[in-house]
């Protein structure tokens, strides 16, 4: 009974092992298709774009090879339910940085905005899908985010489904650095930050519903 025992506590340490190894291994699931794009999509909108790829279904990796054993954990494998795609923004204020003759490199100059969007349902198909969202171009323009297409300073992609983080490649981006403590310490900031900006940026399909055309049915109550 004992060697029962150990040997089902072993075999569940042993699947705990692999589902933790394939959630810290970079782009198992969702892998970012090149880097998030600002493009001037009217007078009155900028679009933010994340262009991004599905490469296979979690669920996969959770079962390790065995048949689902209830309803509740029976899926379709070829099509990937509830992704969250959260973006924070990160644009230098050269409004206020030339009000005090501040340095460019100073982060106190530093605007953060942040949105997101749930897709009910995605294809695993690994072909190109991109999230889009709009920022104001009037505030763009106010606080002189450099130019009519201002490039932003760095950003936070985030993908995730029912609570879990998926780990996902340069998904933070701060100007030139690579430092992973830098990166770490612009996420928090950046997140933290843009939360006094809420309803700023905002998912593109609120303004017109064909910036889902590669992308799929979304929560629209989300």
């Known amino acids: 009974m004992n060697n029962v025992i150990t040997c089902l506590a072993l075999l569940a340490l042993i699947t705990s ?3 933790l190894k394939a ?24 679009k933010v774009s994340v262009p991004f790829l599905v490469k296979s279904h979690p669920g996969m990796k959770a079962l390790d090879g065995r048949k689902p054993s209830s309803m509740e954990e029976l899926f379709n494998p070829e ?8 973006i924070t923004i990160c644009f230098r204020n050269d409004f206020k940085r030339k009000y ?3 340095d460019k490199g100073d982060i106190q100059f530093n605007d953060y905005y942040s949105a997101e969007l749930e897709v009910k349902v995605l294809k695993v198909d690994r072909s ?11 505030i763009a323009e106010r606080d002189e ?5 201002p490039k932003p300073n760095g950003y936070v992609v985030e993908f995730s489904r029912d609570g879990e983080a998926f780990n996902v490649s340069d998904s933070v981006v701060f100007e030139k650095y690579s430092s992973e403590d830098i990166l770490e310490k612009f996420k928090s900031e950046a997140i933290s930050k843009s939360i006094k900006n ?4 905002i998912p593109a399909h609120l303004v017109d519903a064909s910036n889902l055309r590669n992308l799929g049915p979304v929560a629209w109550e989300f």
């Open 145 to 149: 985010y450099a130019g009519s297409t």
């Open 128 to 138: 190109t899908k991109t999230a889009h969202f709009l920022f104001p171009t009037i």
């Open 100 to 102: 005090v003759r501040g």
């Open 23 to 46: 959630k810290l291994e970079p782009n198992n699931v969702i892998e970012l298709d090149g880097a998030v794009e600002v493009s001037r999509a009217s007078d009155n909108w900028l």
């Open 17 to 19: 092992i692999h589902q």
């Open 79 to 86: 099509y990937l339910n509830n992704l969250n795609i959260k």
């Open 198 to 201: 809420k309803g700023i940026l």
